[in-house]
C-alpha cells in the first residue's frame, strides 16, 4: 500500500482480501490473523467462516497504524491525504488533492505552507499568532515549507514557499527547528535545513543558512542515516533489488562488474537539454548502443533473480515500460526495449499512479514506434481515446493527424483535460511560438487550466515573456481567467514575478499588454485581499497607479 491513504482503494483491498480468504489463500489469511487477535486463536477453517468483511477493514486499519476503520476514517479527509503526500514526498497525490480541493490553504496553515501560499499564511497567523508553532501529525508549519515538493511544480510555487520560509522567519519560527524521524529515537531529529536539502530546494536551504541554520544543529546517528535515505522514497523495484542483494552478495558484485566498463558514462546528464520538452524518465545513457544493451543486460540479470518488470521503478508508479516509453526522441531505441521487454513479461497495460498505462502514455508522448510495437503484441486499443491521439498529433506537429482525429470526433475539444491544457501551458512556458499558434487554430481552449492550476498566459506573464504574452492576446486568450490555486488573473501572476526580477522592463512591458487587454483589478486580488500593487516591484507598482489601476476607495 501507497503511504497516501484512500479509503476507497481500502475498500477495494478488503473485498479482494475477503474473496482471496474465501478461496483459501494462506498468504491472505496469515495477514489477517496477525491483526486480529480476537480470532487468531481460531483454527485456519474457522477463522474463514466467522470472518466477516467488517473484519478485514479493521484489520486494514491495524495495518495502516489506526486503532480501528473509524478512525482511519476520520483521517481520511482531503486535507489529511493532501498531507500526508507532501510529508512523504507524494508531489503528484498531493497535487490530485489539490486539483480536487483547492481550497486547503485556506483551512490550514501546514496546507498553505506547503502550496507556497503566503497571503494565506499571513492570514491564519493573523487569526492566532500562535499558529506558528503548531504542529500537524508533529510537523510545525516551517517543515511542511521546507519538506514540500511543490517547488518542482512549477516557479510560482517555488517563489511562494520561499516566500512562506522567510515569512515564517520574519515572525519567530527557529531556523534549526526540528522532527523527531522517530519518535522512539531521540537522536533522529531532522531539522528544516535537512529537509530542504533532502527535496532539493537550494533556494530555501540558502535562505536558512543566512538566517542562522547550522549544518550540526543535531547529531546524525546511523539510525538517522538510514531514515533519511528512506525519505528519498523507495519504489518496489528499489526495494525488490536491495532484498535480492542483501539475500545474496553476489548479486551487488555482478551488477558492479556489469557497470564497470561505462561507469564513467553511466550516470551522466546532459547540460544541453531542451527544457521544452518532457525530460526522460531514465538517463540519457540510453541512447547510446553500448550504455543501453548494458542497462537491459542488468535488467535481465534482475530477471534471471525473480524480480519483476513490472514492479514500479518510479515514484509515480511508472514501470520500465513507461520510463522506455518516454524515450520518444530516441524511437529505434525506445521501440527496440520496448520490445524486448514485451517480451520477457512486461505488462503494457498496467498503470501508473495517475491511471496512464504504458500504451495510452505511447499515443499522448506521440510515440508511434513504441506503440506501433505494443499494439503488434495485443494492447487494448479500447483503452485510446481521441484526446490521447490528438494530444500526441499535437506533440509532432502533425497537422493531417490531427485534422482527421477532429474531423472524425468534433467534440473531442470539448472534453479536454488539465493534462491536455497543459501542452499549451507548455508551449507557452517554453515559448515555441509555432506550437502554440498550432494549437490554437485547432480550436485548443487558450484559457484552458492545465495541470499545475494554471494557463497558458498566466506562465508567460510570470516569466516576462513579452512576444509571448502579446501573441497569446493576439490569439484571443481570455485575460482575466484566475489561476486554481492562487486564486488571481495573469497581471497578478505578472507583477508578483516582478519583485525579485532585474527585468522590469520586461514586466512593465507585459503588464502594459495585458492592461491594454482589458485587465481588470478585481480578478488581480486573491482571497486574502490582497491586491497586485501590494506584491509588485517598486516601477510596476508606479506603472499601475500611472494607469489608474488601483484598488476602488
Known sequence: MSDILNLERLRKEAKALLKQIRAGDAAAIDRMRAHLPGLSTLDPQQFVSQLKLADIHHALAREQGFENWAELKRRDSP????????????????????????????????????????????????????????????????????????????????????????????????????????????????????????????????????????????????????????????????????????????????????????????????????????????????????????????????????????????????????????????????????????????????????????????????????????????????????????????????????GEILRHHPDVLTMMSPVAHELLVSAAAANRPFDVRFMAQLGFDLGGIGENGATALHVAAWNGQVEMVQLLLELRAPVNVRDATFATSSLAWATRASKNSSREEDYCRVVEALLDAGADYASCVNRWGVGPEEISSDRVAELLRARGFQRER
Open 79 to 402: 486535507l489529511e491525504r493532501f498531507l500526508t503526500a507532501v510529508r512523504s514526498g507524494a508531489l503528484n497525490a498531493a497535487q490530485f488533492e489539490l486539483v480536487d480541493f483547492p481550497d486547503l490553504a485556506a483551512v490550514s496553515i501546514h496546507a498553505a505552507c506547503s502550496i507556497g501560499d503566503a497571503d494565506a499564511v499571513r492570514y491564519h497567523l493573523k487569526l492566532d499568532p500562535k499558529l506558528i508553532h503548531a504542529e500537524h501529525r508533529g510537523w510545525p508549519p516551517l517543515i511542511y515549507a521546507c519538506a514540500s515538493r511543490f517547488h518542482l511544480r512549477d516557479p510560482r510555487h517555488a517563489a511562494g514557499i520561499l516566500d512562506c520560509v522567510s515569512l515564517l522567519l520574519d515572525r519567530g519560527a527557529d531556523p534549526n527547528t526540528y522532527t523527531l524521524a522517530d519518535p522512539s529515537d531521540p537522536e533522529s531529529g531532522i531539522s528544516a535545513l535537512v529537509r530542504a536539502q533532502i527535496r532539493l530546494n537550494p533556494q530555501v536551504e540558502s535562505l536558512l543558512r543566512g538566517r542562522g541554520a547550522e549544518d550540526g544543529a543535531r547529531p546524525i546517528s546511523k539510525k538517522l542515516s538510514k531514515i533519511l535515505q528512506s525519505l528519498h522514497g523507495q519504489t518496489p523495484m528499489d526495494e525488490a533489488l536491495v532484498r535480492t542483494g542483501s539475500a545474496d552478495p553476489r548479486f551487488n558484485a555482478e551488477i558492479r562488474k556489469r557497470l564497470a566498463p561505462v561507469k564513467d558514462r553511466f550516470f551522466a546528464v546532459s547540460s544541453e537539454r531542451d527544457e521544452s520538452k518532457d525530460p526522460p524518465a531514465l538517463p540519457l545513457f540510453l541512447v547510446d548502443t553500448e550504455l543501453k544493451n548494458v542497462a537491459i543486460g542488468l535488467v535481465e540479470f534482475a530477471l534471471e533473480h525473480g524480480i519483476s518488470l513490472n514492479l514500479a521503478n518510479g515514484r509515480d508508479g511508472s514501470t520500465l515500460l513507461h520510463d522506455f516509453v518516454r524515450l520518444k526522441d530516441y524511437p529505434s531505441v525506445s521501440a527496440e526495449a520496448v520490445e524486448w521487454l514485451l517480451a520477457h513479461g512486461a505488462d503494457p497495460e498496467i498503470p501508473r499512479d495517475d491511471g496512464q498505462t504504458p500504451f495510452v502514455l505511447a499515443f499522448r508522448l506521440g510515440n508511434t514506434a513504441a506503440a506501433d510495437v505494443m499494439r503488434a503484441r495485443g494492447a487494448d486499443m479500447s483503452a485510446v481515446r481521441p484526446l490521447d491521439e490528438l494530444m500526441g498529433a499535437c506533440r509532432n506537429r502533425d497537422a493531417k493527424k490531427a
